[in-house]
């Protein structure tokens, strides 16, 4: 029987590791082409809703995009526009 539990202990210390660095705000750098802050399309829905949730879920969020009149920021992440 204690072979059974100690077998289990394992996998409780990684679930609680797990839990423990889920719960913490992540730093994310997104690298976007085509900018979805240039034209409406589902592209550019999917990459703001993205961006949006990650930062209601408390990361910090960097995005890099080919845009050059990007805004500076959107829902508090920080966006850099580039172009050729």
């Known amino acids: 029987m204690a072979q059974a539990e100690e077998a289990h202990a394992p996998l ?3 679930e609680e590791a ?3 660095w889920s719960s913490r705000p992540r ?5 976007v082409e085509p900018s979805p802050f240039a034209y409406i399309s589902g592209y550019k829905n999917r990459f703001q809703n ?3 949730h990650l930062r209601e879920m408390g990361d910090e ?3 890099v995009t080919t845009h050059k009149g990007a805004p500076e920021e959107f829902y508090g ?4 526009g580039s172009w050729r």
């Open 18 to 20: 797990d839990a423990e």
């Open 12 to 14: 409780l210390q990684a």
């Open 61 to 63: 969020v960097l995005v």
């Open 27 to 31: 730093r994310i750098a997104l690298f």
């Open 77 to 80: 992440a920080k966006v850099i």
């Open 50 to 52: 993205f961006i949006k």
